[in-house]
């Protein structure tokens, strides 16, 4: 089966693909008819599709998140690849395919991911740290181990956010390591809640957001998180003057570094500098790899990235 | 009594005043002595002042917030008038003097600010929304009858914060009408809880700002005001995730309205867009109404002001 | 009828409406075609429209700005709505039906805004100031009859200027009474003067705003209020370099704040700075109000605002 | 006689000078005494300088802009050079010296600027647009000859603004012949009437600025240009909406190109475009030849210069 | 013959011109077709164009940069003029016709200006520097006869840099004159080098950019001809570390002015002030001239451009 | 002896100090007289110090980084401590003390440092490249030993700079083997030539930077180790054009991440991104631990870091 990143212009092609958008719309000209203006995916990448000639049944019968058999011709329109779909059908049980081959994930199985993170939160040894951690985790609990970071800017794709927080820990241990000076339970912890309210800030189905969520909108995941540690300390009878609280907050509030990156205030601790610079190079890295990865081999460029600077990324032949 | 603000170059005065500063140094030259340099002020204004040849009784007597009598002439030194002091002493009961006679305040009365306060609060028809509010502003109570609005920026003197919140609540009070479509409880709880942690944000006393505290420094107020909202709403069993605890949320959070002025979101409902320019109108007039105030009649321009642009303000005379 | 704000899609429906705009166009393919791209409204809002295989007849009956009888249907495209249109005639005498039945208009009736604005200016109890703002807006008299306040930034519509004057007057006039240093001449002159030569920077019909004009593009409404303050001046003898035409003058060249957003000089007087507050709440509210009015009451969000960083707004359920 | 530019650390000299500042301050210690803090000049540069224990007779006596005689010696205070003054008095008629030989002035003379500026204005061929620039340049006539064209920003000495305009109108004579398509009228009438308000918007001295004017505050000189025109215009009967007065209008408002640079609208015709650059590289050149010119001969770098992105400039040895 | 910049909407003609691009794309419905979708243009202008019911052996018969005679009809698409061929054929010898008639070209021919820029390298005194001119202008050789100075910026044509350079050597003829502290060869060598590494940075054909190259997206052309510069005196013998190997350097790393524009350090010699002062004339007067040269006679207003502030040309009508 | 770092208020001490600066000047008042103005360190940290009344064989005695033997009296100056020299004299043979042990180093030796650089150049598998690094180093050879990495911003001392690439060095292991797609040559080689042309751009003396050279002014550290890469090619016949040399410009280019902060090229390699984030990375966090080291234990806060948004950092007690 062709993966959507091998795709060709003038490709004739046969294979099974997961219907991730799907709009009805109308031919111009006099007389109108309906088409799907369609997107389809694999976990290699995803492909714009038209599927002209629609009956009232294939309205009844196609939507977003459904699995598809389709047999197509791949064709070039203003300068990128597209779809025209010949024929399609839902895929029965005879087909033997699942849902969850045909999304991107994370490499690394989210149960492995879990068990990682879990892994860390019981390494904390101060025990009021380790309860605000283990109460703003439980908060959510399964979505940690399918929800993407981010709905475009970096780790997007099934269980995303468990993958950056556990390289991001990989990175933090490393660096608690070389600089003693860093108290390793408030790496670890600064790690583990950063993005934990992003769950709560975005709307996402198999690792694809679709909108952000209302407190996304009108709060946003930092000052969300922030409220979780006021919550948690509140649920554990913390002092919610403490500095460990402040402390933990001042983390989650400061990790985009600069006011017009959304955070109130900037980092003033040891650890608050050192998380934005874990966050930073792990999401930034993460992106090139990704870019790398989805563009097919022959290209040497891969597309603009707006999360770096808005600058492709050279193949280089080296 | 002359005024500090009346004082002129070459004046020799007698009178009261508050050493609002004061910090023992040392002459230069090959036998080096102590020295006071002060700053003394009153409702009118402040000045600095040198104390020469000051006796080790001296260095055990006077410190800062306390009243004294001064015998002085007003030199000019760096095209800045500054006080040489020829005699000073602490004062006593006999002289009849209160320290809230020589600080800047704001004209209103701190009880009749509360009242007015505490009316407003007791107008808000939604009994939750009420609830939270008197639960932020319990947390404050008695510094709200004294405490400034901010260190220098605006309404910074004696019951500052208190002045604003009134203020505001007499501009908000007339959009409400003027715009019917807007939420009046929302205004009115905007208003009072914008700035309510800014008592837990700064160190003050007689309405001078000394320093930013901890939590000031690390969470800033917007999010402990954000914070507090969880904490009144967990205390009165209010759903975190209710429309009214996000709103109230949202008008804190935004109304600083861009992420480099401390804003984590920006307004995104009617009344945080009021509330910030509700919160701009006030600020700023007032910087325009305190800046002409303290600049003595005779000059036509004020001192260039920070907060507007960093532009003097001219005396029109009109 | 069916207003336009209430088409939803699939609606098959007749009604009377304004034709906005219209270019003839020629559909894609081998034999094109030629069809009217459309723009139509009503007071309630706008919708584009494609009328298929037109013929010469229809290429001289059909011009923008016409009232037209429509029987269309609604269809979906681009995920925007979209009328195609079955049927089209101009309407007659007979259709009973006015132009300005089906613009957008300022909530308060032409006469009553010019009368308002009339009756503020001739309380200005300093003559010199009433003479040069009288003269300012007899220079565009009727066009404060009608004009719009900006192309598309606020107030968009049949009578917005004027609506926005009145409005700001309204505010000036509180604001005036809660600060009485404030003089209430230069608050009114300022209002009524600040955006005085719009209707010489933008060329409009109904309300509508087709372009800029020449002095517009090369000078800008600041800079030509300015010149029209001087010429004022110079026609009643009153000395240029007094204070009340130098305050006047800046009061319009600084009521944008900043040069980034077409201020020569940054306001410095204190009415000055009330004017820029005063027109930017009352320009901000009312894109929220607008914003509100014209999306559907299903619709949680109204589209992006541009003028208000480019964020939408919330529709509270309190 | 040594020139103030050649004075080195340790020298004891003697010489005629401009005292351009001088302020009465008081010594610091237990019993202060008076002394002056004194800015000395000539056509060469300038340097601070002291005089210790003056008398009440010299407070009588010494005020900027007098010329004096000095017995000196030089010394090195905070990096800097700074002049003891030993003995100082008020030059006579014997000591033969004017005032115009001690301050730094454009290196043509006023009246062979003026005499180039007026041969210029009477070339341009449009008797309207002569008549208005004719109109403008009489305004500030007499001024003309000996104002400097900025505080201190570049060609600030006495006749730098006739000095940079005739500058300015060499570059625009060349363009025009490289570039027919300009307009040479417009070009000339452009250069002579950018900065002619500039007298207007500052109050200087024997090519010394000390202060800004009401109006070049409220202002600005740009918008005080294009109120000229409009005077002018007005005065000679031209049309205000023509396309000459509109254009010269154009022509003064945008010559800063940018909103934040002080330009309420960007340049957008030819001659607006070539405007900005002759004044810009007039202006940048200008600044680096006289920093140059005051750096000692001995110094391979200047100070940091303000309008060249603060950077300062090598003396290449090539 | 007519010329693209003469086309009116509805023309039926018939001419000689450039295939500048061409894409098969196919038309949309049940059974899409093969079309070509083109960009037709001559020295005067260009346009885009569609051939409907492309054979397969059209597909093997037009290129991009291949000369066509073109039977078509101009149409209104999206508020913009396109072509509709009707019949189309390669030009055959017996046309008559060359592709240099078919492009935009500097108004000089390539000889006269490689004439002109030689004479000055001959002429500057230095010999060290006129080698290090000579090595770099002897690397991009005959590119600089034909290459354009950018992709779309300014001077986007045929020989194009070369017209630059040339146009700049005018400009810094004359300045050198009117300010004779600047020397000549340094103004000369920094005008020939500062875009001399643009062959190489980016990829052209008959003076139309088609990319950059991966020098030109990894180093830039202000970095390459630094480093050429480093090659230059290597090859010579000359000092790396002397003055004019640095001043050289200096020139061209900085003539950007600024770190967001390009430059990593900013003017420091008085040539190189210069320097980015001619450059800026230079190119924006040429944006202007060439602006208005493509706008229709008829059209009042230019396009915008980019890098005029993003703003349009009027063409004054004086 | 009593370290500067642990020096407080009206200490009396003796111990040894390097006499980092050391200027002589005048006291104000009628008799003024010689005193030195002087900056002490040792390895802990600096304070300015007064020597009065110095005699004229003071002056040929003592010179910046002499180390001298001082007994003195701390006092408080503006707010900051300042020391009083009683008694100073030049150390001898006999005092047994090394100028080393009173300057700020880098916590490993030199030797080691060096030691660890030389293993990982000669780790660099591919030759070209290892050639190019060896070439490069090889040019600051023993100014590698000793070098500060900047002035004041970050790893300001003794052996800094090599210090700095150490660390990077160990950063960049680890996250090559956590991100296998990453080549280790470009890393290790990107590292090592990033800031190698810092000794060439700083004067240095002991770890000091006391000024730039005028490569560093005029060309940059970073275009300078551009232009040593062409020179390491040149020499050792590595093709200027191939993907080596170009990738390793590429990286030392663009490791400032943006042209406002130096560099001309944004990265657009995975390495040169990963380049950027270990560099930023390595030296924010020294600044933090440098700044925690040399602040007093009982201080909570350290002084602003410009390089850390202007922040101060909290020493958290946890």
């Known amino acids: 089966m062709t993966l959507i990143k091998q795709l060709a212009s003038s490709d004739d092609f046969t294979g099974y693909y997961l219907l991730k958008e799907l709009e009805v719309k109308l031919t111009n000209g006099a007389t109108p008819k309906d088409y799907f203006d369609i997107v389809l995916c694999d976990g290699s990448g995803q492909m714009s599709a038209k599927f002209w000639d629609v009956s009232s049944t294939d309205k009844e019968t196609f939507f977003p998140m459904g699995l598809v058999k389709v047999h197509g011709v791949v064709q070039t329109y203003r300068e990128k690849l597209q779809i025209k779909i010949v024929r399609m059908r839902l895929t029965t049980e005879e087909d033997q395919v699942n849902l969850t081959d045909f999304i991107r994930s994370a490499p690394i199985s989210p149960n ?41 800017h970096h780790h997007a794709y099934f269980a995303g956010l468990a993958y950056h927080i556990v390289r991001m820990l990989e990175i933090g241990e490393f660096i608690c390591k070389q600089r003693p000076f860093l108290n390793p339970d408030l790496i670890k912890a600064g790690i583990i809640l950063h993005d934990i309210a992003k769950p709560e800030e975005m709307i996402a189905q198999l690792g694809i957001v679709s909108d952000y969520s209302l ?104």
């Open 112 to 152: 492995d991911l879990i068990h990682a993170i879990k892994q860390v939160q019981s390494s904390i040894e101060d025990e009021e740290i380790r309860r605000i951690v283990d109460y703003c985790v439980a908060k959510v609990d399964d979505k940690l181990s399918h929800y993407p970071a981010a709905k475009t």
């Open 215 to 318: 407190q996304g909108k009108l709060l946003g995941h930092i000052s969300l998180a922030s409220s979780w540690i006021t919550e948690a300390a509140i649920h554990s009878g913390i002092d919610l003057e403490s500095e460990k609280v402040i402390g933990l907050q001042h983390l989650v509030l400061s990790h985009h570094n600069l006011g017009e990156w959304g955070s109130p205030v900037q980092p003033q601790t040891a650890e608050a500098v050192a998380l934005h610079h874990i966050d930073a190079m792990d999401a930034k890295l993460q992106m090139v790899e990704d870019a790398l990865d989805t563009t097919p081999e022959s290209e040497p460029w891969t597309p603009f990235i707006r999360g770096l600077e808005n600058k492709p990324i050279y193949r280089m032949k080296l």
